[in-house]
């Protein structure tokens, strides 16, 4: 599985997008056989055997490569939710293969991702709505994202959220809420130290008080 980098605005967006290697095995026969097998299985709607259809197409193995039909069959297995094929499509339209990277695209098949509740997306989607990149800019919209990839395992995403809560003329109670967002994601996360600092520096120790109760409040609730 390969690992792409993408660098938007604020940092590094982590996408994986790698080839399948399991497979389905199909009937016996010759390969004219084992590809109309995969052919009929894919047109029959089963989202896995459309990847992996898609695979064999991109590959060359159902004769020569034909990219469009290959992102076709992607597509169709993407649409059912198989994250195989979503995380395909975000690394093709990034720039992994042959195609011309599509911003629009990667946004698309990454806010399906984070749908289906991956979270990894869920915080990449996060960033790309911040920083619209391939997506109109939606705050609010990202702060939703992050909080969900923050119940998914990403303590980096509750770094960005009290970052985004802190800025401008924040009133009291949301600075409250950005210093309960940054003990969330701690001391190993980077960043942490300094967004912490400039918080406290603007609290009192009765905020600061608050800020830890609802902190332990919130990590219970995490999944």
Do not use: C
């Not at 297995?77 to 599509?102: E, M, V």
């Not at 990454?110 to 989607?125: C, L």
């Not at 980077?190 to 919130?218: C, F, K, T």
């Amino acid at each position: 599985m390969r690992l792409r980098v993408w660098v938007i605005a604020m940092g590094a967006i982590l996408i994986w997008g790698g080839l399948a290697t399991a497979q389905v095995p199909p009937p016996p026969g010759g390969p004219g056989e084992i590809g109309g097998w995969y052919e009929q299985a894919a047109k029959a709607g089963d989202p896995k055997i459309q990847f992996l259809y898609g695979v064999r197409i991109e590959q060359g193995v159902q004769g020569a490569p034909d990219m469009e039909a290959a992102l076709y069959w992607y597509e169709e297995s993407a649409k059912q939710g198989y994250a195989p094929a979503l995380h395909r499509l975000i690394a093709l339209y990034g720039g992994a293969g042959t195609i011309p990277a599509n911003p629009a695209k990667v946004a698309q098949w990454t806010g399906r991702a984070a749908g289906g509740g991956d979270a990894r997306s869920a915080f990449n989607y996060a960033v790309m709505l911040e920083t619209g990149a391939g997506v109109a800019r939606d705050v609010a919209a990202a702060l939703t994202w992050y909080e969900a990839a923050y119940d998914g395992g990403i303590d980096r995403a509750a770094l960005r959220l009290g970052y985004l809560l802190s800025q401008g003329e924040a009133a009291p109670e949301q600075l409250v809420r950005a210093l309960m967002w940054t003990d969330l994601a701690g001391a190993g996360v980077r960043g942490y130290q300094d967004l912490r600092r400039s918080l406290v520096e603007r609290l009192n120790s009765d905020q600061q008080a608050q800020a830890h109760e609802m902190s332990i409040h919130r990590r219970a609730l995490r999944r």
